[in-house]
């Protein structure tokens, strides 16, 4: 499933990707620096009514957040993971497979210790500032 959209529509975006994965616990987000995978995960963060502070964990690696249901829910970025022993140190796996909800920005860097069942997202920048999120479920 493919959806254009604007920057502008980013809400409407989060909400319609939530209602697709059907409860599937690892969401990964492909997609070149500045194709908007940050914002993605703030709008989806948004919908779930997170009341964290929500940013990129490029340098804890790590993030996260409270639901409104006190569930919580982590939101990895694997730029800085070199291989897979490093992803595992800094605690990745953990959260893979933890059971709650997971958001993954650059899980190239760390695609074999992806779950089998993870929903594939690739966002790309189009021309006028859209953006195409392709859904792979």
């Keep these: 499933m493919d ?8 809400n409407d975006v989060a909400k319609l990707l939530l209602e697709k ?4 616990t690892v969401l990964c987000l492909y997609g070149e620096m500045g194709t908007g995978k940050t914002t993605l995960v703030k709008a989806i963060a ?14 804890s690696i790590i ?12 939101h990895l970025d694997l730029y800085r993971i070199k291989n897979e022993e490093e992803a595992i140190a800094a605690g990745v796996e953990h959260c893979l497979y ?7 920005e650059w899980p190239q860097h760390a695609h074999q210790l992806l779950p089998e069942n993870a929903v594939i997202c690739a966002l790309t920048l189009l021309p006028n500032n859209h953006r195409k999120l392709e859904i792979n479920l």
């Design 63 to 74: 993030n996260e957040y409270m639901l409104a249901d006190g569930e919580s829910m982590y």
């Design 21 to 24: 994965i059907n409860k599937k």
């Design 3 to 10: 959806v254009i959209f604007s920057l502008a529509e980013i």
């Design 46 to 59: 948004a919908a779930l009514a997170v009341k964290d502070t929500v940013s990129s964990p490029t340098f």
């Design 98 to 104: 933890s059971g709650r909800f997971c958001i993954v």
